[in-house]
């Protein structure tokens, strides 16, 4: 009975060695640590999980700029450059004054809001 001489493929696989055919396989498992070319996979490994990271990272903040842009994070800044843009000599409250009146004004006057 004879023994594989490879178990997988391509680089980084496990091979057993053998000693004979026909007296089955003796060796030890060993780990194949480089491809044909000589060159180590590990860079390889390194740049594509850099690059997944990465890519992860870019959905985790475009996800934080949604979600802030849905809770309104960026609304008083926007009415801050509005004002000085439109109202140049008007008084710009400061932003715990225009979340009260912003909130106030949506308690007295429920436009698109189910309660």
Not at 50 to 78: H, I, K, M, T
């Amino acid at each position: 009975m004879g023994c594989p001489d490879r178990i997988g493929a391509g680089p980084g696989t496990w091979r057993r060695t053998c000693q004979g055919r026909d007296s089955g396989c003796r060796g030890t498992l060993t780990a194949a640590a480089q491809p044909n070319d000589g060159r180590s996979p590990r860079p390889a490994v390194i740049r594509r999980l850099r690059s997944a990271g990465s890519a992860c990272a870019a959905r985790v903040r475009a996800f934080g700029s949604w979600f802030n842009a849905v809770l309104g994070g960026q609304d008083y800044q926007r009415y801050v450059d509005h004002l000085q843009r439109n109202h140049p000599g008007c008084e710009i409250p400061s932003e715990r004054e225009y979340w009260r009146r912003r909130h106030a004004d949506a308690d007295t006057n429920p436009q698109n809001r189910c309660c």
